[in-house]
């Protein structure tokens, strides 16, 4: 195999580019993964978080913090959440409670009655 002719300067100026570019990303991934590893800062989705899934949702689109959506889910380091809502606030998320069923609440049958009308089919 004959031996390949030397580089010229423009070419070697390149390699040595490309060089110097793929050690830096080799160098940046490994610090990512070595963070990742002992990393105790969760992600939170829109179903966990404290600012409530639609609000969660718009601020992660309009890039309030940085969030990365996996599929349909907006993913945030739960220190930046944090941050910002130290800096802006949070409007707390409503407590999901059902309505207790009041005893002196007329029934529907006997809100009819009253009216003189009467239940025909459906539920009862």
């Not at 966990?48 to 969660?56: F, I, N, V």
Request: proline share 9%.
């Amino acid at each position: 195999m004959p031996d390949s002719a030397p580089l010229s300067k423009g070419e070697a100026v390149i390699n040595t580019a490309i060089a110097a570019i793929f050690d830096g990303v080799r160098q940046l991934v490994k610090a990512e993964l070595q963070a990742a590893k002992g990393d105790g800062d969760p992600w939170v989705s829109q179903e966990d978080s404290p600012l409530g899934r639609r609000e969660h949702c718009k601020l992660a689109r309009i890039g309030a913090f940085p969030a990365w959506k996996v599929g349909k889910r907006w993913l945030v380091r739960r220190s930046e959440l944090d941050t910002y809502i130290e800096a802006h606030g949070a409007k707390p998320k409503p407590p999901e409670a059902v309505p207790a069923d009041d005893p002196n609440e007329p029934t529907a049958d006997a809100v009819l009655h009253e009216l003189g009308l009467e239940r025909v089919g459906g539920r009862r």
